[in-house]
């Protein structure tokens, strides 16, 4: 297990980047089956987050060196269906990620973004993209070098061209680098996802990734460059926008969606939940995860938990109000809390057991989500601590509740500013 290196300059430190670097996005199983990829056709492989072939979605092609490093901040932003390792822009058929490696192809490692246009915008995913990398490197990435290491947009259409044509142009006049944005703009020809083990491998191999993510300069160079790290954190709504301005995605859920009008509780007396194919389809791989196998997300490492906005907090799947904003505060967990639910009649609880431990499940009572637990150990006035997960949630600010459906609990914001 290769562990965090020590910053140093010396020959030491030298050496331990040059064998991290030989070792980047390898593994001793490179006769690993490779599935063939298309935006339009299905993917073949072990991995069942490779099953996203939706007429619905769109998909983006992007190369910025190791894609290890490509698939984790795109994955965090609500929309996006899947992210694919693999190889772009080469002619020979089938590549191996060992042919690739060692330069044996004319492929460069890239990611396949599957994602929803009326959740997610391609605009916004270009702004994503050129916080990953170094665009001024046209000899590799960082301590990957060669062809196969470069960076590179393939445009699967002419509006992706022109607008990736846009955002590298306002990256080059008003972005944070001196040197030239050498980064190009390609059509898109080819795709082939790399063998399963290297899909999410900071998931499956968070310490060799952290370890290679941080000892090859990525991540210092990012966090020198942009601030922040956006493999941890999302894009400051302070930052600059490179481009032209997004169109605001439409995160309405299945429920607010449905119907026009107030949406009450007796609006849920009928709802159906979708089946599992339509719920793959319609949520994220850690919306899915989280509200339909019982998973937790990462503590502080999801969008609500430190989130302040006025608003409410509805179910992912079903649009059930759930929380207020109003209720909400910070139990230093990581986790978005709250002191009560909007309804109670819309909480369903459950003993749990697993863990070796004894707590108290909370699922929602229409869509059945997994939201999280509840615990005796919060504030005044209910000594109550809802913890919640980020992902099995979505906010409505308050500007927006009248227009989704949910202008009844305007009322309440009224009430506090009184």
């Given amino acids: 297990m290769l562990r965090r290196l020590p910053i140093s300059t010396g020959p030491l430190w030298a050496l331990a980047v040059a064998l991290l670097a030989l070792s980047a996005c390898a593994d001793q199983n490179l006769d690993a ?87 997610m915008s391609y605009q916004l995913l270009l702004n994503i993209f050129w916080r990953t990398f170094n665009p001024t490197d046209a000899g590799g990435q960082f301590a990957d070098r060669g062809n196969h290491y470069t960076s590179a947009i393939y445009a699967h259409d002419e509006e992706q061209r022109r607008l990736a044509a846009a955002s590298k142009r306002d990256l080059a006049e008003n972005g944070p680098f001196d040197a030239p944005i050498v980064t190009p703009i390609r059509d898109y020809t ?70 026009s009008g107030q949406i009450t509780l007796a609006s849920f007396s009928t709802y159906e939940k979708p089946a599992d194919e339509e719920l793959r389809a319609m949520l994220t791989p850690i919306q899915y995860r989280i509200t339909q196998q019982d998973g937790t997300e990462r503590p502080f490492n999801n969008p609500y938990h430190d989130k302040k906005d006025a608003g409410i907090y509805v179910d992912i799947v079903s649009g059930e109000p759930l929380f207020s904003s109003l209720d909400k505060y910070d139990s230093r967990t990581g986790w978005p809390s709250f002191t009560r639910p909007l309804h109670e009649e819309l909480i369903v609880e459950h003993e749990d057991r697993s863990l070796g431990m004894v707590r108290i499940e909370v699922r929602s009572k229409h869509a059945d989500s997994h939201l999280g637990h509840v615990f005796d150990d919060g504030p005044a ?23 989704e459906g949910y202008g009844q609990y305007l009322a309440l914001f009224e009430d506090s500013e009184s």
Wanted: with cysteine; charged share 20%.
């Fill in 33 to 119: 089956p490779v599935s063939s990829l298309t935006a339009s056709a299905s993917m073949d492989g072990a991995s069942a987050r490779l099953a996203v072939a939706d007429d619905e979605l769109a998909v983006a092609t992007f190369a910025g060196g190791c894609f290890w490093c490509m698939e984790q901040p795109f994955e965090r932003y609500e929309g996006v269906s899947a992210v694919i390792s693999g190889f772009a822009g080469g002619t020979e058929p089938n590549p191996s990620y060992n042919d690739v490696a060692n330069g044996r192809t004319d492929y460069i490692e890239a990611v396949q973004v599957f994602y929803d246009p009326d959740q």
């Fill in 190 to 259: 080819t795709f082939y996802a790399a063998e399963d083990y290297h899909q999410d491998f900071y998931r499956t191999n968070p310490d060799r990734y952290g370890s290679y993510a941080e000892g090859s300069g990525r991540k210092p160079f990012l966090r020198r460059t942009w601030g922040f790290d956006i493999s941890k954190d999302f894009i400051p709504e302070d930052a600059p926008w490179f481009g032209e301005p997004a169109p605001e995605p439409s995160a309405m859920s299945s429920a607010s969606a449905a119907g």
């Fill in 381 to 403: 006035p209910t000594g109550l601590r809802y913890c919640m997960n980020s992902a099995a949630m979505r906010f409505i600010p308050v500007d927006q509740l009248e227009a």
